[in-house]
């Protein structure tokens, strides 16, 4: 598929924001299912580009004039594909690392009963039906629910309230999936499709085992595997190591964030315009 992508985020301030610094992971990187043709973004100042600990590209951007607003725009194109695993490619860290736990990612008794209950014994299910059996069964305890948690919701807590958004379904599956003794990591990126849990979302990933293993994605919120209309953009731990923008500042006082992403086939986009 070739996608058409576009990512505004604006930050608007009661006062002046003395000084902010915002880390951006807004920036896909070609891999064996998706090809960035181009992608740019324009910033408010210049930014420095690294890569962070898990390879993802990363841009540091500091603002150091009073402000009441920070506006950031990412925008480009990319062609994907559905495929089998995949095999490490972005991070050359080693699948173990992503067996332990996070801040955000501790499991409970009660997500270690919920697993142990679908999968039954250990071994007795093999890896990829154990989580097929886990994402719908997740599905129904965690119905898509706005509003209930945020940013910060670590997986246990999102379960025992049995509502959330895609953040929490990455999260909560990224978990289980670690007590099943799979390495697993978060994804946070873009999805096209004509669903109710779209544009910039967020899934997991996990390793599977054997010779044919490789990273594949279960997409909770919407029960499918993550296929040619899913956009990677970062991947961590948890949450805080993949979300598109983390940043802190000096000031400012209350803060209201207008997010709008919009991901349509190249032809649907060109139509639009």
Same mark, same amino acid.
């Given at each position: 598929?070739?996608?058409?992508?576009?990512?505004?985020?604006?930050?608007?301030?009661?006062?002046?924001?003395?000084?902010?610094?915002?880390?951006?992971?807004?920036?896909?990187?070609?891999?064996?299912?998706?090809?960035?043709?181009?992608?740019?973004?324009?910033?408010?100042?210049?930014?420095?580009?690294?890569?962070?600990?898990?390879?993802?590209?990363?841009?540091?951007?500091?603002?150091?004039?009073?402000?009441?607003?920070?506006?950031?725009?990412?925008?480009?194109?990319?062609?994907?594909?559905?495929?089998?695993?995949?095999?490490?490619?972005?991070?050359?860290?080693?699948?173990?690392?992503?067996?332990?736990?996070?801040?955000?990612?501790?499991?409970? +008794? @009660?997500?270690? =009963?919920? /697993?142990?209950?679908?999968?039954? &014994?250990?071994?007795? %299910?093999?890896?990829? *039906?154990?989580?097929?059996?886990?994402?719908?069964?997740?599905?129904?305890?965690?119905?898509?629910?706005?509003?209930?948690?945020?940013?910060?919701?670590?997986?246990?807590?999102?379960?025992?309230?049995?509502?959330?958004?895609?953040?929490?379904?990455?999260?909560?599956?990224?978990?289980?999936?670690?007590?099943?003794?799979?390495?697993?990591?978060?994804?946070?990126?873009?999805? +096209? @499709?004509?669903? =109710?849990? /779209?544009?910039?979302?967020?899934? &997991?990933?996990?390793? %599977?085992?054997?010779? *044919?293993?490789?990273?594949?994605?279960?997409?909770?919120?919407?029960?499918?595997?993550?296929?040619?209309?899913?956009?990677?953009?970062?991947?961590?731990?948890?949450?805080?190591?993949?979300?598109?923008?983390?940043?802190?500042?000096?000031?400012?006082?209350?803060?209201?964030?207008?997010?709008?992403?919009?991901?349509?086939?190249?032809?649907?986009?060109?139509?639009?315009?």
């Amino acid at each position: 598929m070739h996608l058409v992508i576009s990512h505004e985020t604006i930050y608007r301030y009661d006062a002046p924001v003395a000084r902010s610094t915002q880390y951006l992971r807004l920036t896909p990187q070609s891999d064996a299912r998706q090809r960035v043709l181009r992608w740019q973004l324009d910033l408010p100042a210049r930014a420095s580009e690294s890569r962070d600990a898990y390879g993802n590209v990363m841009h540091v951007l500091t603002l150091d004039r009073p402000g009441l607003e920070i506006h950031l725009y990412a925008r480009g194109e990319v062609d994907t594909a559905d495929g089998p695993p995949q095999p490490d490619a972005q991070d050359g860290l080693p699948a173990p690392l992503f067996l332990r736990e996070s801040p955000l990612t501790q499991p409970d +008794a @009660a997500l270690r =009963e919920f /697993v142990q209950r679908c999968t039954g &014994a250990p071994g007795s %299910l093999e890896p990829l *039906a154990a989580l097929h059996t886990l994402m719908q069964a997740l599905g129904e305890h965690m119905p898509y629910t706005p509003g209930v948690t945020d940013a910060a919701t670590p997986a246990a807590q999102a379960f025992a309230s049995r509502l959330g958004v895609c953040q929490d379904h990455a999260q909560v599956f990224v978990t289980c999936a670690r007590l099943l003794g799979l390495p697993a990591r978060y994804v946070s990126g873009y999805l +096209a @499709a004509d669903a =109710e849990h /779209v544009a910039s979302h967020a899934w &997991a990933e996990v390793r %599977l085992p054997g010779p *044919a293993g490789g990273w594949l994605g279960f997409d909770v919120s919407n029960q499918c595997l993550a296929d040619g209309r899913y956009v990677k953009l970062a991947i961590g731990a948890d949450y805080l190591d993949a979300c598109p923008v983390r940043g802190m500042r000096l000031g400012g006082g209350g803060e209201v964030l207008h997010t709008l992403v919009q991901v349509s086939l190249a032809g649907a986009a060109a139509q639009q315009q």
